[in-house]
C-alpha cells in the first residue's frame, strides 16, 4: 500500500506564499512521476503541477506559471509545491498524485495511481 500525505496547507493573504510538501510512504516503486491538483468548492480538480522522477520533465498550468514551482527530493520520498504571490483564485484543496513508471506528461487526473488526503489553501482579498 501507498500513502501520500500532504502538509502545508493554511491561510495568507493576497501576494503571500505558502510551501506544499508530499510526503511518499509505504510500497514505493523504481521510479514514479507525481503531480499536483487542486479543486475548488463547486468546481472539477484541475491540474496543477507535473514532475516526472528524474526532473527532466517539469510544467505547470498556465494559472500558476510564473508563480508556482514543482519540485522533489526522491532521496526523501518527498514532492513540494513552492506558491508565490498567491491570488483569492487560488483558495481550494490541493491534492498531490503519484504515478507509476517513468511518465513525462501528467495532466490528467485519471491517469495516476495514487492520491493524497488533501490540504486545504486559502487565500484572503
Known amino acids: 500500500q501507498v500513502q501520500l500525505v500532504e502538509s502545508g496547507g493554511g491561510l495568507v493573504q493576497a501576494g503571500g506564499s505558502l510551501r506544499l510538501s508530499c510526503e511518499v510512504s509505504?510500497?514505493?516503486?523504481?521510479?514514479?512521476?507525481m503531480g499536483w491538483f487542486r479543486q475548488a468548492p463547486g468546481k472539477e480538480r484541475e491540474f496543477v503541477a507535473f514532475i516526472s522522477w528524474s526532473y527532466v520533465y517539469t510544467y505547470v498550468a498556465d494559472s500558476v506559471k510564473g508563480r508556482f514551482t514543482i519540485s522533489r527530493d526522491n532521496a526523501k520520498n518527498t514532492l513540494y509545491l513552492q506558491m508565490n504571490s498567491l491570488k483569492p483564485e487560488d483558495t481550494a484543496v490541493y491534492y498531490c498524485?503519484?504515478?507509476?513508471?517513468?511518465?513525462?506528461?501528467?495532466?490528467?487526473?485519471?491517469?495516476?495511481?495514487?492520491w493524497g488526503q488533501g490540504t486545504q489553501v486559502t487565500v484572503s482579498s
Open positions: 509505504g510500497r514505493t516503486f523504481s521510479t514514479y512521476a
Open positions: 498524485a503519484l504515478k507509476r513508471g517513468s511518465a513525462s506528461v501528467g495532466g490528467s487526473w485519471s491517469s495516476y495511481d495514487y
